[in-house]
């Protein structure tokens, strides 16, 4: 027996999806295939179960699902911040940055990296890959934007492949923002180490690489780091005066306590 | 006979380990990180290279870089890639590059 209708349900681009109609074209099948691509599930944003659920309700008319998932209660549903997560900062550093912005009247356009940063993605406007904050935040601000663009990440992502578009921004003249919340690992995946920490995978010593040297030899002029235990009395000042002027500069805000690899 | 219950991830390791794998190369993200870190224990006793690499282009790259062992008879090697694209995606090759085209082969060697 073979199937009429196939629905593809997965995170991210619709690759599944492309690799099943691909398979199906060649050997003949005429089933309908549905997903992403014909708009079932929708491209954007996270797949939470409220679009599962009515993905489901409108391929299987019958399904009637065992518990009502909403979008209004997908929130409040998430779990609750527990073991390192409890320590995390990184929603004071954003609290920062938005009391500096407005002490300046300004609005700045936030945009994020995967990883830590789901903590406070209701705070970002725009998240997009690993790596891909500088690179979104500079393409929004050479479209004219009246708000300056910030782009915050990590430094695994740092390490993953800013390095490339920072050095980007400095040839192309950018003056975004650009601040790289420091915990010294993939914190998110499980503290796997990165160029920027002394262990390697095997957990052997290695040399560590400075993010703050690294951005000055990539040409950031302006670099500054703000320690952990600096939060409340400097890191809002530094915001301040990075807001205030519209130049290409990077601030690291290291949170070393945070990390298992030290 | 010993039995012993696996998870996919650990699945994942242990059949990297019986076709003969000699390279691990990573970037973290879920849900692929638990077939490296379980690699990652096991390295030593089956002397096999675990790294995690600063990006998957670096992973990758290098997994190709290990399967031209094969062509160059250095060695009798099998390539394993697991790495993760866009933080959520598992894509698994195994040894699918094994053989390096025949232009670039001859010129490699």
Redesign the interface.
Known sequence: MSCQEVLVVE???P?VEGHVKAIAHDIGCTAKIFGKQNKHLSREGELFRWQIQGALKEFIPEFVPKRDFTKDKEAKERPKKKDFCVDCQYDIVLDKLEEAAESLGQKPVLVGD??CLVTVADKLDAKY???SAVGVADGLSKVGIDERAVAIFGD?AF???SIPAICNAVHNRSNILMVVLDNKA?TT??F????GVVR???GRGAPALDIAQIAHACGVQNVHTVEQDDLDSTLKETFRKALSHPELTLIIVRFPLISRLE | MTHKILNGDEALAFGGLSSGIKLVTSYPGSPSSGTVETLIDLAEKHDIYVEWSSNEKVAMEMGIGASYVLDLRIGNSLMFLATTILKSFVCSSWGSFIRCPEKSSQSFC
């Open positions: 995170e991210i681009e690759y995967p990883g890959a690993i790596g695994s390490f993953h492949t993939s995946s499980g796997q180490p990165h160029p390697d995978a095997m």
